[in-house]
C-alpha cells in the first residue's frame, strides 16, 4: 500500500511538494481553496515529470494517485505526513494546525515556513511535538535541501522520522543546531537580496547586470563548493588560513550596507519591476521554469557523475532505491530504464532528432541497466567495465522537438563475459526505434575479455533468468536491408 501525503496550500511550493511526493510513489491529497489550484499543480507536475526522472538511474516507481480534497479533514485522512506551505500568516498556521490535529491527532506536520522559528509555529498546539519546520528551496521537486528545525519540544524521535521522510523523497535534510528566524539559506539569501536593492537604488547596476555577476561568476562556484570550501581554494597551498590573513581587513572596510534596508515604497517595487520585465519580460513563467529546470537537471547530472555535492544525494538516493529493486520484482516485462525529452541541440536540419541521439538515448538506458547491476563508475575505477562490441539501430518512426522518449531494456542473454540486450524506445506507445547491443565485459588493464566480478553477475542472471520467458522483441537479430516482415 502506498504511503500517504497531505499537502496543505497548493502554491508554487506546495505543487513542488506534490510532485516531489508523488514521483517517489507516495498517494499525495491537495487541499486548497483556489478554484485554480488543480490546474496550477497540474502545470507544475508536468514540469516535475519532464525533469525529475532525467536524475534517476534507477527505474522511477509507479508515480502515486494525487486527489484534491474539499477539506483538510479529507485531505488529512489517513495520511503519514502532513507539509503545510499556506501563507506566511501564524494566525493562519496556527488555525490550519488546529483543524489538522483535532481531524489526524499525531500526524507529523512539515512547515514549509520560509522564517517562522519552530516555537512560534507550536504556540497553542495540543500537540507541539509533532510540528516542525522543513523548509524546501524552489524546485522543490530538484532541489534537495530541506531546512529541518525544532524546538525544545520536538523529541529526537520526531526529528529522526522527518529527516527519513525526507531522505525517502530523495531530500537532503539539513538539522539546524539552534532556532534561528528564516534558518541558514534565507538569512544568506536576505543579506545578498538587501545588498543588490542598494546597488539598483544607488544607480550601480541594472538587475540584469547584478544577475549576471552572479550566474556567470560566483554562482558557478557555489552550486558545487559552497562559500567556504571556495574561500579555502582561494587561499591556495596555505588554505583558509592564508585566506583569512589576506582578506580578513577587508571585513572593516564599509563595502557593504547589510544592516541598511532601502525604503520600500512605490518607487523601488516599480523600479525593481520595470528592470525585470525588461530583463526577462520575453518569457512567461513556466517558459522560465522549463529553462530553470533543464539548466538544473544538467548541473546535477554533471554533479552525479562526480559524486559531489547535490550529485552525491542523487547517487545515494539512486542506491537506496536499487537496493529494493531486485530481480523478483522485474519479471514479466522489459526494464524500463531512462525517461528521456527531446532538447534543441538534438535536432538536425529537418526537424526530426538526428541519428547519433538515438545512440545517445540507448547509451542512457543502458547506463542505466549498468548501473543498477552493480557496473557503475566505481566499478569502472576498479578496473572492469562493459564494451559495446556490435549496435544495430532500427529507425520506426519520427522524433521531433519536445517529444518525451521512455527506454526500456530486455536482457537476451547474460553470461560470465557477454551481455547481448534489446533496447526499445518509445514515444507513448509508439516504438519510434529499437537498439539491439552485444556487451563483453573486460579487464581494462588486461585489455581483454574476463568474467564480470561475482557482485554483478549477482544482479545480472536473475534478470536475465526472468527475461527468458519474455517475447522474442520484433526485430531481433534482423540484418541491415532485411525486409520487414
Known amino acids: 500500500m502506498a504511503r500517504k501525503a497531505a499537502i496543505i496550500g497548493g502554491g508554487v511550493i506546495g505543487g513542488g511538494w506534490a510532485a516531489r511526493f508523488l514521483l517517489n510513489g507516495w498517494d499525495v491529497a491537495v487541499f486548497d481553496p483556489d478554484p485554480e489550484a488543480e490546474r496550477k499543480i497540474g502545470e507544475?507536475?508536468?514540469?516535475?515529470?519532464?525533469?525529475?526522472?532525467?536524475?534517476?538511474?534507477?527505474?522511477?516507481?509507479?508515480?502515486?494517485?494525487?486527489?484534491?480534497?474539499?477539506?483538510?479533514?479529507?485531505?488529512?485522512?489517513?495520511?503519514?505526513?502532513?507539509?503545510?506551505?499556506?501563507?506566511?500568516?501564524?494566525?493562519?498556521?496556527?488555525?490550519?494546525?488546529?483543524?489538522?490535529?483535532?481531524?489526524?491527532?499525531?500526524?507529523?506536520?512539515?512547515?514549509?515556513?520560509?522564517?517562522?522559528?519552530?516555537?512560534?509555529?507550536?504556540?497553542?498546539?495540543?500537540?507541539?511535538?509533532?510540528?516542525?519546520?522543513?523548509?524546501?528551496?524552489?524546485?522543490?521537486?530538484?532541489?534537495?535541501?530541506?531546512?529541518?528545525?525544532?524546538?525544545?519540544?520536538?523529541?529526537?524521535?520526531?526529528?529522526?522520522?522527518?529527516?527519513?521522510?525526507?531522505?525517502?523523497?530523495g531530500m537532503f535534510p539539513l538539522v539546524i543546531r539552534k532556532e534561528i528566524d528564516a534558518f541558514?539559506?534565507?538569512?544568506?539569501?536576505?543579506?545578498?537580496?538587501?545588498?543588490?536593492?542598494?546597488?539598483?537604488?544607488?544607480?550601480?547596476?541594472?538587475t540584469g547586470e547584478i544577475d549576471d555577476a552572479i550566474r556567470m561568476g560566483f554562482g558557478l562556484r557555489w552550486g558545487q563548493m559552497g562559500l567556504f570550501e571556495t574561500y579555502r581554494v582561494a587561499g591556495g597551498e596555505a588554505g583558509m588560513r592564508h585566506f583569512m590573513a589576506q582578506f580578513g581587513p577587508a571585513l572593516k572596510w564599509p563595502w557593504t550596507k547589510l544592516m541598511d534596508v532601502p525604503e520600500f515604497n512605490d518607487a523601488l517595487v516599480d523600479l525593481v519591476a520595470e528592470q525585470s520585465d525588461a530583463q526577462s519580460g520575453a518569457y512567461s513563467i513556466r517558459e522560465l521554469e522549463r529553462i530553470r529546470d533543464q539548466n538544473l537537471v544538467g548541473f546535477l547530472r554533471s554533479l552525479k557523475d562526480r559524486n559531489w555535492g547535490a550529485g552525491k544525494v542523487l547517487r545515494d538516493h539512486d542506491e537506496r532505491r536499487r537496493v529494493a529493486y531486485h530481480a523478483g520484482e522485474v519479471t514479466g516485462a522489459?526494464?524500463?530504464?531512462?525517461?528521456?525529452?527531446?532538447?534543441?541541440?538534438?535536432?538536425?536540419?529537418?526537424?526530426?532528432?538526428?541519428?547519433?541521439?538515438?545512440?545517445?538515448?540507448?547509451?542512457?538506458?543502458?547506463?542505466?541497466?549498468?548501473?543498477?547491476?552493480?557496473?557503475?563508475?566505481?566499478?569502472?575505477?576498479?578496473?572492469?567495465?562493459?564494451?559495446?562490441?556490435?549496435?544495430?539501430i532500427l529507425h520506426k518512426g519520427e522524433v521531433k522537438l519536445g517529444d518525451r522518449l521512455?527506454?526500456?531494456?530486455?536482457?537476451?542473454?547474460?553470461?560470465?563475459?557477454?551481455?547481448?540486450?534489446?533496447?526499445?524506445?518509445?514515444?507513448?506507445?509508439?516504438?519510434?526505434?529499437?537498439?539491439e547491443q552485444m556487451c563483453l565485459h573486460v579487464d581494462m588493464k588486461a585489455g581483454k575479455t574476463c568474467a564480470a566480478l561475482p557482485a554483478v553477475l549477482e544482479r545480472l542472471l536473475p534478470i536475465a533468468e526472468a527475461h527468458a520467458g519474455l517475447p522474442r522483441?520484433?526485430?531481433?537479430?534482423?540484418?541491415?536491408?532485411?525486409?520487414?516482415?
Not at 522483441?473 to 516482415?485: D, F, K
Open 334 to 392: 522489459p526494464l524500463q530504464m531512462a525517461e528521456l525529452q527531446v532538447l534543441p541541440s538534438w535536432i538536425d536540419y529537418n526537424g526530426h532528432m538526428t541519428e547519433s541521439r538515438y545512440l545517445f538515448c540507448a547509451s542512457e538506458v543502458a547506463d542505466a541497466f549498468l548501473r543498477l547491476i552493480g557496473a557503475d563508475m566505481q566499478y569502472v575505477a576498479g578496473g572492469h567495465s562493459y564494451y559495446t562490441a556490435e549496435s544495430h
Open 406 to 435: 521512455t527506454g526500456t531494456l530486455q536482457v537476451i542473454h547474460a553470461d560470465e563475459k557477454r551481455l547481448h540486450h534489446f533496447i526499445t524506445l518509445q514515444r507513448g506507445e509508439m516504438v519510434v526505434a529499437t537498439i
Open 44 to 169: 507544475v507536475l508536468g514540469n516535475a515529470r519532464a525533469a525529475l526522472p532525467a536524475l534517476s538511474d534507477v527505474p522511477m516507481p509507479a508515480e502515486g494517485r494525487l486527489s484534491f480534497a474539499g477539506t483538510m479533514a479529507e485531505a488529512v485522512e489517513g495520511a503519514e505526513y502532513v507539509q503545510e506551505s499556506v501563507s506566511e500568516r501564524i494566525e493562519l498556521k496556527h488555525k490550519v494546525y488546529a483543524q489538522l490535529q483535532q481531524s489526524n491527532p499525531g500526524v507529523l506536520i512539515g512547515s514549509s515556513t520560509s522564517g517562522f522559528k519552530a516555537s512560534d509555529l507550536q504556540k497553542s498546539s495540543p500537540a507541539p511535538e509533532n510540528i516542525i519546520v522543513a523548509h524546501p528551496f524552489n524546485p522543490v521537486y530538484l532541489l534537495p535541501l530541506s531546512e529541518i528545525s525544532g524546538s525544545p519540544a520536538n523529541p529526537p524521535e520526531v526529528v529522526e522520522r522527518t529527516v527519513q521522510i525526507m531522505r525517502d523523497i
Open 184 to 206: 541558514i539559506g534565507n538569512r544568506f539569501l536576505e543579506a545578498v537580496w538587501r545588498e543588490a536593492l542598494w546597488m539598483l537604488v544607488d544607480g550601480v547596476a541594472t
Open 473 to 485: 522483441p520484433e526485430g531481433l537479430g534482423r540484418a541491415i536491408g532485411q525486409g520487414r516482415v
